[in-house]
């Protein structure tokens, strides 16, 4: 009963910059925590980035001063903005919400960092 949209993933050079979306719908009562994780190819899915419904956030030890999670006032879409880039960050991004005690996710988005 819980959409997830993801858009803006691509191809970006390193050092480029990159910016996610992802719009939540459906029976969502207020505002819920939100996150973005990533799965490389032979990996688990693990997080990138938090926020809960208080406006805290998390970051992975190995994005933080490079990406940004922020949220739109209504809470309903969530923003991954993505600066210098390197190929460590080329993944797979879900979108998740969290939602009676699991998290719902978005079809995931592939961004590639390339030369």
């Known amino acids: 009963q819980v959409q997830l949209v993801e858009l803006g993933g691509g191809l970006a050079q390193p050092g480029g910059s990159l910016r996610l979306s992802c719009a939540a719908s459906?029976?969502?009562?207020?505002?819920?925590?939100m996150a973005w994780y990533r799965q490389a190819p032979g990996k688990q899915r693990d997080l990138v980035a938090r926020?809960?419904?208080?406006?805290?956030?998390n970051y992975a030890d190995s994005v933080k001063g490079r990406f940004t999670i922020s949220r739109d006032n209504a809470g309903n879409t969530v923003y991954l903005q993505m600066n210098s880039l390197n190929s460590e960050d080329t993944a797979v991004y879900y979108c998740?919400?969290?939602?009676?005690?699991?998290?719902?996710w978005g079809q995931g988005t592939q961004v590639t960092v390339s030369s």
């Open positions: 926020i809960t419904v208080g406006g805290i956030t």
């Open positions: 459906g029976s969502i009562s207020g505002v819920a925590t």
């Open positions: 998740g919400l969290l939602r009676d005690y699991r998290y719902y």
